[in-house]
């Protein structure tokens, strides 16, 4: 198993920038494909990243590509998501997810995900 903390978010400016952070235990780490999701007020849970186990695949949603990176450092055990060029249309709680992986694929259905951090919020104002 493994357990996600996220940390990281906060209040910034439209066009502005920001890194959320996750961190996991286990010592199996490197073995999980990684995911960024985000939930608004009112709208259901949406994919933003993604990322295979090796760290070679990554996928992005159409409405972050170019603006946010998805990285992992496996000998540190996080995952992180840079944010730039943000737009209040960003903002929400965003979640880290982890599934097993067993070969070099990214998932973008939270249905795939076992494990799932607490969220950190990222406000964008305008």
């Known amino acids: 198993q493994v357990q996600l903390v996220e940390s990281g978010g906060g209040l910034v400016q439209a066009g502005g920038s920001l890194r959320l952070s996750c961190a996991a235990s286990g010592r199996t780490f490197s073995r999980y494909a990684m995911g960024w999701f985000r939930q608004a007020p009112g709208k259901e849970r949406e994919f933003v990243a993604a990322?295979?186990?090796?760290?070679?695949?990554?996928y992005y949603a159409d409405s972050v590509k170019g603006r946010f990176t998805i990285s992992r450092d496996n000998a540190k055990n996080t995952v992180s998501l840079q944010m730039n060029s943000l737009k209040p249309e960003d903002t929400a709680v965003y979640y880290c997810?982890?599934?097993?992986?067993?070969?070099?694929?990214?998932?973008?259905?939270?249905?795939?995900?076992?494990?799932w951090g607490q969220g950190t919020q990222v406000t964008v104002s305008s």
């Open positions: 990322m295979s186990w090796s760290g070679i695949s990554t």
């Open positions: 997810a982890a599934k097993p992986a067993y070969d070099s694929s990214w998932y973008r259905f939270s249905d795939d995900y076992d494990y």
